[in-house]
């Protein structure tokens, strides 16, 4: 278990600025190498299962985290394929509460 994942996201008042620069890289590092750092404004990542009702259930278990944690990413799914983007819409940029949401899905399978 990452550090990260054993934090719960904060959410966002707005009035920050995103992360940026070394910062954001600095983050990156403490969560797994698969996912994306997209422009310094989102993270994203692609789960791949052996069929749809895997990722299905991943998805759910996602969606069930969002709910808890309060803090939303965009997810999309197809056959044995969840993808899922990460960022703070209030600011339009990444905070740690991203970084910690990003660690908490790789928990979900296991995985560091």
């Given at each position: ?16 600025p995103p992360l940026k620069g070394k910062d954001l890289l ?14 310094e404004h989102h993270l994203e990542r692609e789960f791949n ?64």
């Amino acid at each position: 278990m990452n550090s990260f994942s054993e934090r719960d996201c904060v959410p966002c008042k707005g009035g920050v600025p995103p992360l940026k620069g070394k910062d954001l890289l600095s983050f990156m590092k403490e969560i797994s190498e698969d996912w994306n750092l997209v422009k310094e404004h989102h993270l994203e990542r692609e789960f791949n299962f052996p069929n749809f009702q895997e990722a299905w259930g991943y998805l759910n278990k996602v969606a069930q985290m969002s709910e808890q944690q309060d803090h939303h990413p965009d997810l999309e799914l197809s056959w044995g394929r969840v993808k899922v983007k990460i960022w703070t819409h209030k600011i339009d940029g990444l905070t740690e509460s991203d970084f910690v949401f990003a660690a908490k899905c790789d928990d979900l399978l296991g995985l560091e």
